[in-house]
RNA sequence: GGUCGGUUUGCCGAGUGGCUAGGCGCUGGUCUGCAAAACCAGUUACGGCGGUUCGAAUCCGCCACCGACCUCCA
């Protein structure tokens, strides 16, 4: 079996993948705050994970992928005496909580299908696991790492530090936390600027809260995703991702609560994807200038010049490699569209190439070579480079330029469609034709093809120009007119 | 201010000591009644200044600029 490395942000350092149960894999993705439109920078850690996901199938581990749908506890202030964010979007909707919730998870897998990301094996919600996560804030109160103040329960951070290692994530030292921590208001209850809740007391206006002992309530932002990978994976599992944006403090205090709980850390493998920019700055909700999926599909948002595809999407996302910052642009976008073009040409031209008495070049080495790209952290620009080399075999095997001999090509037009779409994940529009459409096209141009013949050519090229405004692009071949859907 | 990361050819984006990344664009060519498309070929860059080395985009030092995190964020 191929080794896999893949980046451990614990290590800073790529390492041999080496599941705690082979052949099972438990993987765990923080998934989206389901209170707005996805935008770009939510596909990133989706077609990621995603890939990593497909990939580790294809190595032959059982995986459960866990992806959290967080409808609770996001606090809409920088203090945690903030509002939910999902009540205060209610309010202001007149609609209720989990009437929001609602429709923006179906959004979300709407999207999440459309880039052909694969579903999750379990994707819990937050307010599904009440008990679970009341049972943990004990858990941690027991084990005296947090203490209860005015309602609310706070993890004491010092304490914690005293034993265990606060920081060992994100390489932070907690007094220089302290020197930082901005002063806040209603901060008062912690101890330290440093603690963070883990239960918060809901005040009156507050529409989505649960009884406890401490109060009429709900949990703290990281202790979701804790108590989640636990139920279902395990206290102790192999890789957690995320956005790089969550490194610190999210992931830090899943750490922290995980030791503080259980004892010891939950996570072998943290792997962190990086962020989307535009004009160089990051991509995010908080400073507005993110681009949501349904404009960039539609071509709506008015930095765009046009509508891109999923697929195109997709492989924009995946031409630059996952630990990278990708820049948004049309050009960027555009080019992606191009190459993607490229590449599902070369497999459909792969299809009809017929083999020879032999093979003018090594088919193995490019395939291995693929492998080992994405083996290799999942360097997804790598191996697309290497089927890009072999796009341009596949041409030139149709000039005969290059030949393979029957075992080659044979092991060629298996593994080009596999990786591109089961591994990639690329796939190609369905075609929005039915066979009526492509009858009438064909009979069109056999028409026209009869002009041609007579050298009418005013007649000819009047139904090339028709059929190019009604959307169908005519390409001359040397024996037969192929014609296609002009992309959207 | 602290911590971490980046600066690659017209654009996007790989690459960690010697050997063409790749895509888009551009230029030339093939095919074609023309066009378009497609295909083939060409297109050698690594922020600045020093250092290490036979040899550096790649290692070290300094400087400049950009960004992320430190507060909700994928």
Redesign the pocket.
């Known amino acids: 079996m191929q080794k896999l490395f893949i980046h451990n942000t614990l290590s ?1 350092k790529k390492e041999e993948f080496k599941p705690l149960n082979p052949p099972n894999v438990g993987l765990y ?5 389901v209170y ?1 439109d ?9 077609i990621t994970f995603d890939l990593l996901f497909r990939y580790l199938k294809h190595l032959g581990f059982k995986v459960r992928y866990v992806r959290n749908i ?1 409808d609770v ?8 005496a ?1 509002e939910d ?1 999902i009540a205060q979007k209610a309010r202001l909707q007149q609609l209720e909580p989990m009437e929001v919730v609602q429709f923006f998870t179906n959004q979300y897998h709407d999207h999440m299908k459309s880039l052909n990301t694969l579903p999750p094996s379990i994707e819990p919600q937050a307010s599904g696991h009440i008990i679970e996560q009341q049972s943990m804030v004990r858990q941690i109160l027991k084990n005296d790492f947090a203490y209860e103040s005015g309602g609310s329960v706070y993890f004491d951070v010092e304490k914690y530090n005293k034993k265990h290692n606060y920081g060992i994530l ?4 907690t007094d ?2 302290l ?4 002063q ?1 208001e209603g901060q008062e209850e912690k101890k330290s ?2 603690d ?1 809740a883990i239960w918060k007391k809901a005040d009156e206006r507050h529409i989505m809260k649960w009884p406890s002992e401490w109060s009429e309530g709900f949990p703290g ?1 990281h202790l979701e995703c804790s108590v989640m990978s636990t139920k279902y994976l395990g206290e102790k599992f192999d890789i957690h ?10 992931h830090e205090c899943e750490i922290a609560q995980s030791v503080a709980a259980n004892g010891e850390e939950a996570v072998k493998y943290w792997m ?16 507005g200038n ?1 681009i949501t999926l349904d404009e960039l599909f539609a071509g709506t948002h008015k930095l765009l010049e046009q509508a891109y595809s999923p697929m195109t999407i997709r492989f ?1 996302m995946l ?11 049309n ?13 599902f ?2 497999a459909k ?1 792969l299809k009809g190439l017929s083999h020879s008495e032999k093979s003018s070049f090594n088919i193995t080495d490019i395939i291995n070579s693929v492998y080992e ?1 994405i083996s ?2 999942l ?1 997804s ?2 191996a ?6 072999a ?6 095997i ?2 005969g ?1 290059e030949s393979l001999n029957q075992d080659d090509l044979n092991a060629f037009k298996e593994f080009f469609p596999y990786f591109l779409v089961e591994i990639l994940g690329l796939k190609e529009a369905e075609s929005s034709s039915n066979n009526l459409t492509a009858e009438l096209i064909e009979s069109i141009l056999e028409i ?1 093809q009869e ?2 013949n007579k ?1 009418d ?2 007649t ?2 009047l139904i ?1 120009d028709k059929l ?1 405004l009604a959307g169908v ?6 024996d037969k ?2 014609w ?1 859907f002009k992309s959207a």
């Open positions: 800073r993705v923080c998934g989206p705050t707005g996805a935008h770009l920078g939510h596909a990133r850690p989706a967080t506890g996001h606090l809409e202030n920088d203090s945690d903030g964010k994100s390489g932070r030292k220089e936390l020197s930082n921590t901005r806040l600027p440093m963070f932002w991702g995320g956005g790089l944006d969550l490194l610190f403090p999210h962190h994807n990086n962020m989307i920019t535009i004009n160089g700055q990051k991509m995010g909700r908080s400073l993110f924009f031409q630059a490699h996952y630990r990278s910052t990708l820049d948004f642009s050009h960027a976008l555009q080019a992606a569209e191009k190459g993607l073009e490229r590449m040409e070369g031209t790209a290799d952290d360097n620009p790598i697309i480079a290497k089927l890009f080399d796009v341009r075999y596949i041409n030139l149709k000039d330029k026209r002009a041609k050298k050519f005013f000819s090229d090339r190019i692009e005519i390409k001359d071949g040397k007119t192929e296609k």
